[in-house]
């Protein structure tokens, strides 16, 4: 599952990082910060498995810890495609051949499908919803699911694709072809991050509507 650092966490682990595998005392010289805080963040990120620590002997003397970042910690740090993807977005947007540019855009589709879909057995449209929930929350996404109403609710807390849906909001409607292929069912924006709400949600689509 991928993790959401935030900023301080980030911060700290990228210097750690840097430093390489580096005792309490010399992280504390890093930060500036007393060896009782700097041992409270290291045992609350070694147990999010973020950090990792090996014991040290040299000669005779007691041995000491040595603490540096995980492979999963060098994955969810690096793992920021933004630019990327606005890049490549853009790029998809101006191939001049609509029938080049549908064609890929629905390979996208196809793909993003597959990768959501991929662990699905649920039946009913609440068991689809929360396995799409958890398919999402893998991906670092904060999403939940609102059963307070007659119909589930799938609500976005923070949107994936910010930067593109504010350079094109079509990327907004594959998300939401994307999700109802995922779920089986036709499904309704009744609101959208980028129209200024703190969220985007989805409902279902009920029958005769």
């Known amino acids: ?14 210097e750690l990082h840097r430093m390489g595998a580096s005792t309490i005392q010399q992280i504390c010289d890093m930060t500036g910060v007393t060896a009782t805080a ?24 007691r041995p000491y810890h040595e603490y540096r970042v995980t492979t999963d910690a060098l994955r969810s ?24 540019r549908e064609r890929v855009t629905q390979r996208i589709k196809e793909s993003l499908i597959r990768q959501y879909s991929s662990k699905f057995q649920g039946r009913t449209t609440l068991d689809r919803f929360r396995e799409l929930q958890n398919s999402l929350s893998d991906r670092g996404f904060q999403v939940e699911v609102d ?7 799938l609500r976005e807390h923070n949107c994936p694709y910010h930067d593109l849906a504010t350079l094109d909001s079509s990327i907004c409607e ?5 999700f109802e292929e995922v779920l089986g069912m036709k499904i309704e924006r009744t609101q959208c991050c980028m129209d200024g709400h703190h969220s985007c ?5 009920s029958e005769g509507s």
């Open 1 to 14: 599952m991928q993790q959401t650092i935030d900023s301080q966490d980030r911060e700290f682990l990228n």
């Open 201 to 205: 949600e989805f409902v279902p689509v």
């Open 174 to 178: 594959l998300e939401q072809s994307v």
């Open 77 to 100: 740090l690096g793992d920021n495609y933004s630019d990327l993807a606005l890049i490549l977005w853009k790029e998809l947007m101006r191939i001049e051949e609509p029938e080049i």
């Open 38 to 61: 700097v041992r409270q963040r290291l045992i609350r990120l070694e147990g999010q498995g973020l950090v990792e620590r090996h014991a040290v002997r040299e000669g005779r003397g």
């Open 147 to 153: 059963r307070e109403g007659d119909l589930p609710v």
